[in-house]
């Protein structure tokens, strides 16, 4: 399942090497993800992305057909 979301927080940078980014979709659910910081400063408030949600275990024709 694929999902479009709007960044609405982003921390990363200073001492930190784990930063947070927060978006939220249409239907009000929240995404919450930690990643390393560097990678993290790419995106900014008010940035799209989009979610692909891939089930645990999931075989390698479940992930190709996810994306």
Not at 9 to 23: F, Q, Y
Not at 42 to 59: C, L, M
């Amino acid at each position: 399942m694929n999902d479009e979301y709007e960044v609405i927080d982003v921390v990363s940078g200073g001492d930190t090497p784990i930063g947070r980014l927060r978006a939220t979709n249409d239907e009000g659910a929240e995404l919450s993800l930690e990643a390393p910081s560097g990678w993290l400063r790419q995106f900014k408030v008010g940035d799209i992305i989009t979610a692909t949600f891939i089930k645990k275990g999931a075989s390698p024709l479940e992930r190709l057909f996810a994306k």
